[in-house]
């Protein structure tokens, strides 16, 4: 099966794309890697009358610091760059852990690293990441560029709150506080795998030793990164003991996620269970790099 | 739109569409290295170098590469120079069918180019986007690593095959290799040195008894790890296999599949399809003669009953056929497909074996024409029973009795090539199918009726195939293609998608199983009935002969007075079951290795010394193969086991896997890991040889003015080195060495007949067909040379070294003598031409053995390591014998752990893509060890024995094993998913 035809522009630069998109809106697709929408097209499930290839704007790939000591990243880095990015290594060190545990060479070649965050792939790790981070993301188009928020930017299954004449141009991550950790887990049918259920967890420590920051985010539990506030929320001011993330991660199964998805891999009681597991094995590897052993 | 690409470091300026792929552009202008896989870029068989990048070229369009660089194989050899990266796999054994390899090479490259001292894990993950169904990548990991040195300007580090001293006593061991049996013939030289590859190769340093063929001393060419004859063009990326010949007018065939699991078609209205210009056939129930037949790729007469015709008026599982058109590109003929208007009544469905056969449910084979079937209103095809002494007697006077049901579920075989075949009339007018298939032979003959048309008008050749795995010992789609070129007078290539290859060609049988064992106080086993259902799916192509192998394999390990087997074969509305590696072996070896460690726990004994103490043993009798052959033939008296290195496996096998940490309590609950649990487990294989009575095979082999040979076999490769390993005993027998004979094989016009490549038999059977007549030429060719040197008496002639030596010193070359025969005096073509059958299928046995790890809360389960020692007789040739070990357990890791068919409640299956079917790739591998324990074979060439099949046994029950040891947990269900470890867990608590 190959893509049905459609009207293929290459735009110079960011300008021209979002001329582009202000002229076709619905009517185009924009295209970053590829790893995900080609093979859409290749089954016709995709099937955009305009195709509008972002891959020869070079100024959309980049990896700068950000004025608050975090890091700015270009839509159209590819993954190998943020992966072997020495400034990502050492100012978002959550990323630079997450970039090897995506795919193989050939999606980590071209994949971007925009795309990723703009798919909204429920079982992928770096929106994820980018609400555990409390990122944010940079949207332009022809109207002018506008920030949005992580937690307000993934809407569900495969959407955001790009507006149809809208391209994501940066992603932005903030520094890590003093006294932070962060964990990822996953467990999948195979070691290395997409994940059943993966999650990430930040926290922080205040001088006497008690939580002054939690972020937990999972997913492939829902339609996209779904976090779990009531669990970070029961954290702060308490103690990492065993007994607070055990009873954290108990309250992101039945008050966060109470009804995870069920589908081929998982049913949601499985899903359920392994809230509750991977949860607590996150925060305690977190608080345990935080400074504060669980 | 024109661009212009730089290809192989020349500007290529191409014409192409805008949703063009690079692949498909790539390969129209000639690049047939690049090859599909799927429409994802998931196995990376399309994979190539943009700017020096891997990436995936079926997920990249055209357009997008213009202006970049893009690095092919093409253009990685200068002339007839290779590179180091191509000839290091070449020479380690990387290659098997070699469809993939152009890309692994540029993986190697890419990493090398930024890397050139990679770590282990550097260089898996570098080829973690390739997929490989064949080498289990243990062998493509050497080859970076030898070639990372050879850039470096080093010398590698070759792994030669490491010699093991025996660890089982040679005197009064338990596999009757007493005394006489080793009796002067512990000769401390190794026969067999190898070459480098496989990581461990055990060589016997004495042989077991049995007649002993005088050149066994003094072989050059067998035993030694010969490079592959077909390695060149396939570290090449040479157009080799069927979609790499292109035909002018050639059509794109396309297939209309069943959306639903079960319904009638009431009608087809093709018209608005055949409307669609550059539409050239549209065929269905309609329009194509209904014969009946059954596909699977089998010996005259095809087992009853023959359950299919071309197109029916009814569809039996989702992903059957309803139609099939031929259009001038593929774009047309998906329109045209979309345009084909079906009016379905759709009919209630079954997919459990057991609730399809117990007369209440829907019935799949209600066509008024259906014959020979066991009882099809109870969607029964067949009812297999056999028996030796009496269950109930033995039951009787057991002490203790002891039942256990299994469930085994459905995998795909996905050969990275899925089926393809082209079809033209050639300028005989003649129809020609070039098709990726395992049974040229028996697709042709069963192909002609079909068509209407005698086999002498039909020619079938299989070029290089990219993987089979029995999924291609089907005559699947010939039918279609020969019909399409008949009905549009052009030529038409058929390829299926990778969603057809899973859900419309065929796949492993599920089964359930039941055993119910009688055992002695002492340990004996006295009684052992085993009842099997059998899914077949929608037909029943190998639905008899692959339960009848599970009952052969169930009921053949264990030496027992009484058995029984019992089995129902049932139709249900799942993609068909088919051939796969292993055939019927994998399940049956998982219930029984299960079970007899179910029962050793009941016992309180130890499970390898309960197993050995029941095992059959040099000397015992096959009891129930007599019962249980396949097709028509009347095997006789039951055969005896001759040769067992069993012992000698597990003993190795344990070495290998370190076994005795396995009673180690702090190993097993590792105290500063609190949720993990570490296991150690084992099984027992034992296979066949071939199918005794009816496998047959056939080789004519002739000589050329310059001393070399044609060989001329019908034996199918896949991949798995048999071209290699039948040149290797042809050029032993005649004294040459491996480059002067020249192999082709597979081509139903040009080479003697082959049962095909299946059921572990090329190197026995056509190895000894290749034997047997290289043996008939060499008498020719000595009694020319004692012609030549005027010799009363050419008896002790010897060809060694391309010549023949008379006793008496004086020597003819080969080429003398060819020259002399067909020029000069007294012409003739010195040629034989020779077939073979064996009574015998002597089982290649082996201890399996796996070390994993399990997290209590999660459930996941993470395989460490594999070991296999395996007695598959004396290896022609140890790197492809230790390749097809390494590749065939990981194709079981994938069916014991994470590969399974997932369907929804109407029958559509939910995973049929790479991604989510889960294959393990290179950097998701447990460590692999084999070792190769050598017995000399006396009914086989060389002291061989099969090795292909056995791999796929032991993986599951060992597992299962393991994670017994680790846990207490007894797992009767397959695949070993986080989710059912862990409601295993729960229950067990």
């Given at each position: 099966?190959?893509?049905?035809?459609?009207?293929?522009?290459?735009?110079?630069?960011?300008?021209?794309?979002?001329?582009?998109?202000?002229?076709?809106?619905?009517?185009?697709?924009?295209?970053?890697?590829?790893?995900?929408?080609?093979?859409?097209?290749?089954?016709?499930?995709?099937?955009?009358?305009?195709?509008?290839?972002?891959?020869?704007?070079?100024?959309?790939?980049?990896?700068?610091?950000?004025?608050?000591?975090?890091?700015?990243?270009?839509?159209?880095?590819?993954?190998?760059?943020?992966?072997?990015?020495?400034?990502?290594?050492?100012?978002?060190?959550?990323?630079?852990?997450?970039?090897?545990?995506?795919?193989?060479?050939?999606?980590?070649?071209?994949?971007?690293?925009?795309?990723?965050?703009?798919?909204?792939?429920?079982?992928?790790?770096?929106?994820?990441?980018?609400?555990?981070?409390?990122?944010?993301?940079?949207?332009?188009?022809?109207?002018?560029?506008?920030?949005?928020?992580?937690?307000?930017?993934?809407?569900?299954?495969?959407?955001?709150?790009?507006?149809?004449?809208?391209?994501?141009?940066?992603?932005?991550?903030?520094?890590?506080?003093?006294?932070?950790g962060f964990a990822a887990r996953e467990v999948a049918r195979r070691h290395g795998d997409?994940?059943?259920?993966?999650?990430?967890?930040?926290?922080?420590?205040?001088?006497?030793?008690?939580?002054?920051?939690?972020?937990?985010?999972?997913?492939?539990?829902?339609?996209?990164?779904?976090?779990?506030?009531?669990?970070?929320?029961?954290?702060?001011?308490?103690?990492?003991?065993?007994?607070?993330?055990?009873?954290?991660?108990?309250?992101?199964?039945?008050?966060?996620?109470?009804?995870?998805?069920?589908?081929?891999?998982?049913?949601?009681?499985?899903?359920?269970?392994?809230?509750?597991?991977?949860?607590?094995?996150?925060?305690?590897?977190?608080?345990?790099?935080?400074?504060?052993?669980? | 739109?024109?661009?212009?690409?730089?290809?192989?470091?020349?500007?290529?300026?191409?014409?192409?569409?805008?949703?063009?792929?690079?692949?498909?552009?790539?390969?129209?202008?000639?690049?047939?290295?690049?090859?599909?896989?799927?429409?994802?870029?998931?196995?990376?068989?399309?994979?190539?170098?943009?700017?020096?990048?891997?990436?995936?070229?079926?997920?990249?369009?055209?357009?997008?590469?213009?202006?970049?660089?893009?690095?092919?194989?093409?253009?990685?050899?200068?002339?007839?120079?290779?590179?180091?990266?191509?000839?290091?796999?070449?020479?380690?054994?990387?290659?098997?069918?070699?469809?993939?390899?152009?890309?692994?090479?540029?993986?190697?490259?890419?990493?090398?180019?930024?890397?050139?001292?990679?770590?282990?894990?550097?260089?898996?993950?570098?080829?973690?986007?390739?997929?490989?169904?064949?080498?289990?990548?243990?062998?493509p990991v050497q080859a970076v690593f030898e070639a990372a040195a050879i850039l470096r300007?080093?010398?590698?580090?070759?792994?030669?095959?490491?010699?093991?001293?025996?660890?089982?006593?040679?005197?009064?061991?338990?596999?009757?290799?007493?005394?006489?049996?080793?009796?002067?013939?512990?000769?401390?030289?190794?026969?067999?040195?190898?070459?480098?590859?496989?990581?461990?190769?055990?060589?016997?340093?004495?042989?077991?008894?049995?007649?002993?063929?005088?050149?066994?001393?003094?072989?050059?060419?067998?035993?030694?790890?010969?490079?592959?004859?077909?390695?060149?063009?396939?570290?090449?990326?040479?157009?080799?296999?069927?979609?790499?010949?292109?035909?002018?007018?050639?059509?794109?065939?396309?297939?209309?599949?069943?959306?639903?699991?079960?319904?009638?078609?009431?009608?087809?209205?093709?018209?608005?399809?055949?409307?669609?210009?550059?539409?050239?056939?549209?065929?269905?129930?309609?329009?194509?003669?209904?014969?009946?037949?059954?596909?699977?790729?089998?010996?005259?007469?095809?087992?009853?009953?023959?359950?299919?015709?071309?197109?029916?008026?009814?569809?039996?599982?989702?992903?059957?056929?309803?139609?099939?058109?031929?259009?001038?590109?593929?774009?047309?003929?998906?329109?045209?497909?979309?345009?084909?208007?079906?009016?379905?009544?759709?009919?209630?469905?079954?997919?459990?074996?057991?609730?399809?056969?117990?007369?209440?449910?829907?019935?799949?084979?209600?066509?008024?024409?259906?014959?020979?079937?066991?009882?099809?209103?109870?969607?029964?095809?067949?009812?297999?029973?056999?028996?030796?002494?009496?269950?109930?007697?033995?039951?009787?006077?057991?002490?203790?009795?002891?039942?256990?049901?299994?469930?085994?579920?459905?995998?795909?075989?996905?050969?990275?090539?899925?089926?393809?075949?082209?079809?033209?009339?050639?300028?005989?007018?003649?129809?020609?199918?070039?098709?990726?298939?395992?049974?040229?032979?028996?697709?042709?003959?069963?192909?002609?009726?079909?068509?209407?048309?005698?086999?002498?008008?039909?020619?079938?050749?299989?070029?290089?195939?990219?993987?089979?795995?029995?999924?291609?010992?089907?005559?699947?789609?010939?039918?279609?293609?020969?019909?399409?070129?008949?009905?549009?007078?052009?030529?038409?290539?058929?390829?299926?998608?990778?969603?057809?290859?899973?859900?419309?060609?065929?796949?492993?049988?599920?089964?359930?199983?039941?055993?119910?064992?009688?055992?002695?106080?002492?340990?004996?086993?006295?009684?052992?009935?085993?009842?099997?259902?059998?899914?077949?799916?929608?037909?029943?192509?190998?639905?008899?002969?692959?339960?009848?192998?599970?009952?052969?394999?169930?009921?053949?390990?264990?030496?027992?007075?009484?058995?029984?087997?019992?089995?129902?074969?049932?139709?249900?509305?799942?993609?068909?079951?088919?051939?796969?590696?292993?055939?019927?072996?994998?399940?049956?070896?998982?219930?029984?290795?299960?079970?007899?460690?179910?029962?050793?726990?009941?016992?309180?004994?130890?499970?390898?010394?309960?197993?050995r103490q029941n095992w059959v043993k040099v000397g015992d009798p096959l009891d129930i193969?007599?019962?249980?052959?396949?097709?028509?033939?009347?095997?006789?008296?039951?055969?005896?086991?001759?040769?067992?290195?069993?012992?000698?496996?597990?003993?190795?096998?344990?070495?290998?896997?370190?076994?005795?940490?396995?009673?180690?309590?702090?190993?097993?609950?590792?105290?500063?890991?609190?949720?993990?649990?570490?296991?150690?487990?084992?099984?027992?294989?034992?296979?066949?040889?071939?199918?005794?009575?009816?496998?047959?095979?056939?080789?004519?082999?002739?000589?050329?003015?310059?001393?070399?040979?044609?060989?001329?076999?019908?034996?199918?490769?896949?991949?798995?080195?048999?071209?290699?390993?039948?040149?290797?005993?042809?050029?032993?027998?005649?004294?040459?060495?491996?480059?002067?004979?020249?192999?082709?094989?597979?081509?139903?016009?040009?080479?003697?007949?082959?049962?095909?490549?299946?059921?572990?038999?090329?190197?026995?059977?056509?190895?000894?067909?290749?034997?047997?007549?290289?043996?008939?030429?060499?008498?020719?060719?000595?009694?020319?040379?004692?012609?030549?040197?005027?010799?009363?008496?050419?008896?002790?002639?010897?060809?060694?070294?391309?010549?023949?030596?008379?006793?008496?010193?004086?020597?003819?070359?080969?080429?003398?003598?060819?020259?002399?025969?067909?020029?000069?005096?007294?012409?003739?073509?010195?040629?034989?031409?020779?077939?073979?059958?064996?009574?015998?299928?002597?089982?290649?046995?082996?201890?399996?053995?796996?070390?994993?790890?399990?997290?209590?809360?999660?459930?996941?389960?993470?395989?460490?390591?594999?070991?296999?020692?395996?007695?598959?007789?004396?290896?022609?040739?140890?790197?492809?014998?230790?390749?097809?070990?390494?590749?065939?357990?990981?194709?079981?890791?994938?069916?014991?752990?994470?590969?399974?068919?997932?369907?929804?409640?109407?029958?559509?299956?939910?995973?049929?893509?790479?991604?989510?079917?889960?294959?393990?790739?290179?950097?998701?591998?447990?460590?692999?060890?084999?070792?190769?324990?050598?017995?000399?074979?006396?009914?086989?060439?060389?002291?061989?024995?099969?090795?292909?099949?056995?791999?796929?046994?032991?993986?599951?029950?060992?597992?299962?094993?393991?994670?017994?040891?680790?846990?207490?947990?007894?797992?009767?269900?397959?695949?070993?998913?986080?989710?059912?470890?862990?409601?295993?867990?729960?229950?067990?608590?």
């Open positions: 099966m190959k893509p049905p035809s459609f009207k293929y522009h290459a735009p110079r630069s960011v300008e021209e794309a979002a001329g582009l998109l202000a002229e076709h809106g619905y009517d185009a697709k924009l295209l970053a890697g590829g790893q995900s929408l080609i093979p859409t097209m290749n089954f016709r499930l995709a099937q955009p009358a305009v195709l509008i290839d972002l891959n020869r704007i070079p100024e959309l790939a980049y990896i700068h610091p950000a004025g608050d000591g975090g890091v700015r990243i270009g839509a159209m880095s590819r993954h190998v760059q943020v992966e072997k990015s020495d400034l990502i290594a050492q100012a978002a060190p959550l990323i630079h852990e997450t970039m090897p545990l995506i795919a193989h060479p050939q999606i980590r070649n071209r994949g971007t690293f925009g795309g990723s965050i703009a798919h909204a792939d429920p079982a992928s790790e770096l929106p994820a990441a980018l609400l555990t981070l409390g990122g944010r993301v940079q949207a332009r188009g022809a109207k002018g560029a506008r920030w949005i928020e992580a937690d307000e930017f993934f809407l569900g299954l495969f959407t955001t709150a790009l507006q149809p004449d809208e391209l994501l141009a940066e992603v932005r991550f903030p520094a890590l506080p003093a006294r932070a997409y994940a059943l259920v993966g999650v990430m967890a930040l926290v922080g420590l205040d001088a006497g030793g008690a939580c002054n920051l939690a972020r937990l985010t999972y997913f492939s539990v829902g339609d996209g990164p779904t976090p779990a506030p009531q669990a970070a929320a029961a954290l702060i001011g308490q103690r990492p003991t065993s007994e607070a993330l055990a009873a954290a991660a108990e309250l992101a199964a039945s008050a966060d996620i109470p009804e995870p998805v069920a589908d081929i891999h998982a049913t949601a009681a499985f899903r359920r269970h392994l809230i509750k597991a991977l949860g607590k094995q996150a925060l305690q590897q977190a608080f345990i790099r935080a400074g504060g052993a669980a | 739109m024109q661009i212009t690409i730089n290809i192989n470091g020349i500007d290529k300026t191409i014409t192409c569409q805008p949703h063009e792929s690079l692949m498909r552009v790539l390969r129209r202008e000639g690049y047939f290295s690049v090859r599909y896989g799927s429409e994802t870029g998931e196995t990376g068989a399309g994979a190539i170098l943009l700017d020096g990048r891997l990436v995936a070229s079926d997920v990249l369009l055209a357009a997008q590469a213009a202006g970049h660089r893009i690095e092919t194989v093409e253009g990685l050899s200068e002339g007839v120079k290779l590179h180091p990266i191509q000839e290091a796999f070449m020479r380690t054994g990387a290659i098997q069918s070699g469809y993939a390899t152009p890309a692994m090479v540029l993986a190697a490259k890419a990493l090398l180019a930024m890397n050139p001292n990679p770590t282990e894990a550097e260089v898996r993950d570098a080829i973690s986007g390739i997929l490989d169904r064949e080498t289990g990548y243990a062998k300007g080093e010398e590698p580090t070759r792994i030669e095959p490491k010699v093991m001293t025996p660890i089982t006593l040679p005197l009064g061991g338990d596999e009757g290799w007493g005394e006489s049996d080793w009796g002067g013939r512990s000769d401390p030289t190794p026969e067999f040195p190898g070459g480098g590859g496989g990581d461990v190769l055990t060589l016997r340093k004495a042989l077991p008894k049995f007649v002993v063929a005088p050149e066994a001393q003094q072989l050059q060419v067998v035993g030694k790890s010969e490079i592959k004859v077909d390695a060149l063009k396939l570290a090449k990326g040479n157009p080799a296999f069927v979609d790499d010949f292109e035909m002018r007018g050639m059509l794109h065939a396309k297939l209309l599949t069943s959306p639903h699991a079960h319904a009638r078609i009431l009608d087809i209205d093709d018209s608005a399809a055949r409307a669609l210009p550059g539409v050239h056939a549209v065929i269905h129930y309609k329009n194509i003669e209904r014969v009946r037949y059954a596909s699977g790729g089998q010996s005259y007469p095809n087992p009853k009953p023959w359950d299919q015709v071309s197109f029916d008026n009814k569809v039996r599982h989702v992903g059957d056929r309803v139609a099939a058109v031929a259009a001038e590109t593929p774009e047309i003929a998906a329109e045209a497909i979309k345009r084909i208007a079906v009016t379905y009544e759709v009919l209630p469905a079954v997919f459990d074996e057991n609730e399809a056969i117990t007369g209440h449910a829907p019935v799949i084979h209600d066509e008024p024409d259906m014959a020979d079937a066991y009882d099809a209103q109870r969607n029964i095809s067949h009812f297999i029973h056999a028996a030796v002494g009496d269950v109930e007697t033995g039951f009787a006077q057991a002490d203790r009795i002891f039942e256990h049901t299994y469930r085994v579920h459905q995998v795909q075989q996905v050969p990275i090539e899925p089926h393809i075949c082209i079809g033209y009339w050639d300028a005989d007018e003649r129809l020609v199918l070039r098709s990726s298939t395992q049974v040229p032979f028996h697709a042709r003959r069963m192909v002609a009726p079909l068509l209407g048309l005698p086999v002498k008008r039909i020619r079938v050749i299989k070029p290089r195939i990219g993987g089979g795995f029995g999924a291609k010992q089907e005559m699947l789609i010939e039918d279609i293609v020969g019909h399409l070129v008949i009905a549009s007078g052009k030529p038409v290539k058929l390829e299926l998608n990778r969603e057809e290859e899973f859900i419309s060609s065929r796949t492993r049988h599920p089964q359930t199983i039941t055993y119910k064992t009688g055992v002695n106080r002492d340990g004996r086993l006295v009684a052992m009935k085993m009842r099997v259902i059998g899914n077949t799916g929608a037909y029943a192509t190998h639905g008899l002969t692959v339960q009848t192998v599970t009952g052969m394999r169930g009921l053949s390990t264990y030496n027992c007075p009484n058995k029984e087997f019992e089995c129902w074969v049932a139709y249900t509305n799942i993609p068909v079951p088919g051939a796969y590696r292993g055939y019927g072996a994998p399940q049956a070896l998982f219930a029984l290795e299960s079970h007899m460690e179910e029962i050793a726990a009941a016992l309180g004994r130890d499970a390898v010394e309960f197993k193969a007599p019962q249980l052959g396949e097709g028509e033939a009347e095997v006789g008296a039951a055969p005896t086991v001759l040769t067992s290195g069993l012992s000698e496996c597990i003993a190795q096998g344990m070495q290998a896997i370190d076994w005795q940490r396995r009673y180690d309590p702090d190993w097993i609950a590792p105290p500063d890991r609190l949720h993990i649990r570490r296991g150690i487990g084992m099984a027992v294989c034992m296979h066949g040889s071939a199918i005794p009575g009816l496998d047959m095979g056939a080789a004519s082999i002739k000589i050329n003015d310059d001393g070399s040979f044609n060989l001329l076999v019908g034996a199918t490769d896949l991949g798995t080195g048999s071209d290699t390993v039948l040149s290797q005993i042809a050029a032993e027998v005649l004294g040459v060495p491996l480059e002067d004979i020249v192999i082709y094989s597979s081509d139903t016009d040009f080479t003697p007949f082959d049962t095909g490549a299946y059921a572990s038999s090329t190197t026995y059977i056509s190895g000894t067909a290749v034997k047997k007549a290289a043996e008939e030429l060499r008498q020719q060719i000595k009694q020319r040379a004692g012609l030549m040197l005027g010799l009363s008496d050419w008896a002790d002639v010897v060809l060694r070294d391309r010549q023949a030596q008379a006793p008496d010193g004086r020597a003819v070359t080969l080429a003398a003598i060819a020259l002399h025969s067909l020029h000069q005096d007294h012409q003739r073509q010195l040629m034989a031409t020779a077939s073979y059958v064996s009574p015998d299928s002597p089982p290649p046995f082996a201890g399996q053995f796996a070390e994993i790890e399990m997290d209590i809360q999660t459930g996941q389960v993470t395989v460490k390591k594999l070991a296999m020692a395996v007695d598959c007789g004396v290896a022609i040739n140890p790197i492809t014998a230790s390749g097809q070990v390494e590749g065939g357990m990981t194709q079981a890791l994938g069916y014991a752990h994470c590969e399974e068919m997932v369907y929804d409640e109407s029958g559509r299956m939910l995973n049929a893509q790479i991604g989510p079917y889960k294959i393990y790739r290179a950097d998701e591998m447990p460590e692999l060890d084999v070792t190769l324990v050598q017995t000399l074979e006396p009914t086989g060439p060389f002291g061989a024995k099969a090795v292909a099949e056995i791999p796929k046994d032991g993986v599951a029950p060992a597992i299962a094993s393991a994670i017994y040891n680790a846990s207490g947990l007894r797992l009767r269900q397959i695949p070993f998913t986080p989710e059912r470890v862990w409601r295993a867990l729960h229950e067990m608590r």
